[in-house]
């Protein structure tokens, strides 16, 4: 039976979500928690596009548009500050 890069993923990416000290092991040392995890010898290019795949749909959605609000907050923070004579 083949190996399903993307189901892999995507089954990944929800236990990575789910178990914290995962989280930190996947962070930390993202192509040695993958290996652990799907239990099959896949060949390092195939690892890095899995890893890769799996920090896309993480950091993807809400990473993302957190990072861009915050942005956005300090840089109207900033402006605002500016306009009423706060640094």
């Not at 993307?6 to 990416?13: N, R």
């Not at 799907?38 to 990473?63: R, S, Y």
Request: zero cysteines.
């Amino acid at each position: 039976m083949a190996f399903d890069i993307k189901k892999s993923a995507g089954e990944l990416v929800d236990k990575i979500k789910n178990d914290k000290s995962l989280a930190a092991d996947f962070k930390k040392d993202p192509i040695k928690t993958v290996e652990k995890l799907i239990g099959v010898d896949l060949p390092d290019e195939q690892l890095k596009a899995l890893v890769e795949m799996i920090k896309a749909k993480l950091g993807g959605g809400a990473g993302k548009i957190s990072e861009v609000a915050e942005n956005v907050k300090d840089t109207v923070s900033d402006k605002l500050g500016g306009l009423l004579g706060k640094k």
